[in-house]
DNA sequence: TGCTTTGTTGCAAGTTTTCGCAATAAGCAA
DNA sequence: TTGCTTATTGCGAAAACTTGCAACAAAGCA
């Protein structure tokens, strides 16, 4: 368990939110199953210890912990949605077009980003959470451009 | 129609492709709805010229057109896909979730993000069409942060 | 501990998006 | 123009995701 359990749940009570056994279930199914996890993996992990609970939970529950941000809503290249535990200090996805793998890219290089178009456009840049695609330098080669 | 139909409809031929009426609609429509069009806004518009017309093939040729590098697709900021025209001249968006406005974005200050991920992570990114999102000098005004 | 309040869940029905496959028709060549 | 090839569509069904609502149970308090 990569999460700090009674800390986020301490979070989420002190926000008048309850922590529930559903809750925990899923984020512990988010912070095993790794980096880019897709509700319905969620679902099929979580559906082995908890049969009864449903898909509508998985969906309400991704969304939900994503507000609080204790998750990380994730773009795929195909334009679906993954998860991942959010952490303390965000970070943010080199995604390959070709064969979906995921780079991480440092927070402070969006810090710039966010730093120059606010002193230039003054937009204040969401950079919590931000994915960029193209190509990786393995597809790229194999493409043979 | 800001679009070329000639032009594409040879592109796409030459490609081994077809230019059926179906796609013919669907261009049309997304050219003249505007920025960021939904899959739904494609069909009702479609639907009302030939409403044989089905949803699937809203989305296969979305999907396709998009492939083909006629269409781009922008992530919303609820994580729904839309549209939009491509265009030779790459541009890109501050879009505030407050207020819905768009704030258009030089393609050089992409460019110069572009080159920094190719020369740093050895990864090439599609900065074809980029949608950033956060809140616009109004709206964080009189958010009152 | 037991009661109360009200945030959450499960179910089932409702959207949205995808898929398989037979029927159709675009593009090409004669 | 006619016919052939096969890309593309439409349909229906399935998968993916959301929502409304009644029942349930987590937190807080007596």
């Known amino acids: 368990?990569?999460?700090?359990?009674?800390?986020?749940s301490r979070q989420l009570r002190k926000s008048g939110?309850?922590?529930t056994p559903q809750r925990?279930?899923?984020?512990?199914?988010v912070c095993q199953l790794g980096d880019h996890v897709t509700p319905e993996a969620v679902y099929d992990q979580v559906h082995r210890i908890a049969p009864t609970?449903?898909?509508?939970?998985?969906?309400r529950v991704l969304h939900f912990l994503t507000e609080q941000n204790i998750l990380a809503m994730v773009h795929m290249a195909d334009g679906r949605l993954a998860y991942e535990m959010?952490?303390?200090?965000?970070?943010?996805?080199?995604?390959?077009?070709?064969?979906?793998?995921?780079l991480e890219l440092p927070h402070s290089v969006l810090l710039a980003f966010r730093r120059a178009m606010d002193s230039q456009?003054?937009?204040?840049?969401?950079?919590?959470?931000?994915s960029f695609f193209g190509?990786?330098?393995?597809?790229?080669?194999?493409?043979?451009a």
């Open 1 to 8: 368990m990569t999460h700090n359990t009674t800390e986020i």
């Open 17 to 19: 939110y309850r922590v």
């Open 24 to 29: 925990q279930l899923i984020l512990d199914a």
């Open 53 to 59: 609970l449903s898909r509508a939970t998985v969906y």
């Open 86 to 102: 959010a952490g303390p200090e965000p970070h943010h996805h080199l995604v390959c077009r070709s064969c979906d793998s995921l």
């Open 121 to 130: 456009y003054d937009f204040e840049v969401d950079v919590s959470h931000v």
């Open 135 to 144: 190509h990786c330098a393995d597809c790229r080669d194999s493409a043979g």
